[in-house]
């Protein structure tokens, strides 16, 4: 019986070692002071974020002080909002040198003209900016989605007015899971921005990613939001190769 009590009370400690050795490697992770991805600065050299209202008033001037060369603001979502933040993001960002763009939320839940026309209606075409992005990604369980032919159907409308307002090939900001449900094997014309936070970009996706969001739980410096991450971001390339893609 009391062998029997002992190993009770060995497995108890093993468990509660292991829960709370969890629960600090959860609470580090949350605060963006450990990450799984570290992409090398020497084959990835061009930085950048991405921000919302959630960052509240950022100083631009501070952040491009940290190896940030880009950003994509957060401009619209579906067919009537607009980030509280985003003209003064677009024009400070601007003003620091940092090379911009702005990207829109895709709705599920309303019409892609109509979203097309919020986003158009928000954001300059500047010659010198970023080319637009289509942020696709899950606030439904799977299960509750539109179907594929829909989906693509939307991304469709929204990839030709972005193109046909701004001039340039849009980007398309999307996790794995999205690009294979609705992406993968269409004949849509985007450049891939791709999200994967716990490895590298799965070598299968296509086309090859131009932007890849390798940390959602950043900590810089220059920015009193609510959020006190930041998303982080490398371009596909060398210095040389991302002022060509600019120049396109």
Request: net charge negative.
């Amino acid at each position: 019986m009391a062998e029997n009590t002992g190993k009770r009370r060995h497995k108890l400690a093993v468990f509660a070692i292991l829960a709370t050795s969890a629960a600090v490697f959860a609470l580090l992770w949350q605060r963006g002071l450990i990450w799984f991805n570290m992409p090398s600065y020497t084959r990835y050299p061009v930085r950048g974020v991405d921000v919302s209202h959630y960052q509240g008033s950022i100083d631009w001037e501070l952040l491009s002080t940290q190896h940030v060369q880009f950003a994509f603001l957060k401009a619209t979502e579906g067919s009537s909002t607009v980030d509280e933040y985003f003209a003064q993001n677009w024009q400070n960002a601007r003003a620091a040198g940092v090379k911009t763009g702005a990207y829109h939320f895709f709705s599920f839940d309303s019409a892609a003209s109509t979203q097309a026309d919020n986003f158009c209606a928000v954001v300059p075409a500047e010659p010198d900016a970023l080319p637009p992005v289509i942020d696709l990604e899950y606030y439904r369980r799977e299960g509750e989605m539109p179907a594929p032919a829909e989906i693509t159907a939307s991304l469709r409308v929204l990839l030709d007015r972005m193109r046909s307002f701004y001039g340039k090939k849009p980007i398309i900001y999307t996790t794995k899971s999205c690009w294979e449900n609705y992406l993968q094997d269409t004949d849509l014309d985007y450049t891939l921005w791709i999200r994967s936070t716990i490895t590298a970009p799965p070598q299968e996706i296509t086309p090859e990613w131009t932007f890849w969001q390798y940390h959602p739980r950043g900590r810089l410096k220059g920015y009193d939001g609510d959020e006190p991450c930041i998303d982080l971001n490398i371009f596909n390339g060398s210095e040389s190769d991302f002022a060509a893609y600019c120049s396109q």
